[in-house]
């Protein structure tokens, strides 16, 4: 079994920062892309920002400048860094990674439980 579980959520005032990491355990073979999605209440789910396994990286614009995504593969971990918050990033934040489990040919996307990200005004 693949799992990712998140950590670092909570409730922040606008202007400050937050730090999420997430851990991907079990049988893996290998991990492409790592990132993180978030979910606004009555909004669709959102790429906010991606890394894949050369450290190439993409963000949401409304990110830009503000969030760090990182990577530690030898953790099979990926880090958020969020700075600036502003009360419009609060959302379920969601841990997404492609990853080939051992024994298979394929990747497939998982997906972590997610983390409560609350900025208050």
């Known amino acids: 079994q693949v799992q990712l579980v998140e950590s670092g959520g909570g409730l922040v005032q606008a202007g400050g920062s937050l730090r999420l990491s997430c851990v991907a355990s079990?049988?893996?073979?290998?991990?492409?892309?790592m990132g993180w999605y978030r979910q606004a209440p009555g909004k669709q789910r959102e790429l906010v920002a991606r890394?894949?396994?050369?450290?190439?990286?993409n963000y949401a614009d409304s990110v830009k400048g503000r969030f760090t995504i990182s990577r530690d593969n030898a953790k099979n971990t990926v880090y958020l860094q969020m700075n600036s918050l502003i009360p419009e990033d609060t959302a379920v934040y969601y841990c997404n990674a492609q990853m080939i489990r051992s024994g298979e040919n394929y990747a497939r996307n998982w997906w972590g439980q997610g983390t409560q990200v609350t900025v208050s005004s």
């Open positions: 890394i894949i396994s050369g450290g190439s990286t």
């Open positions: 079990g049988s893996i073979f290998s991990i492409n892309h």
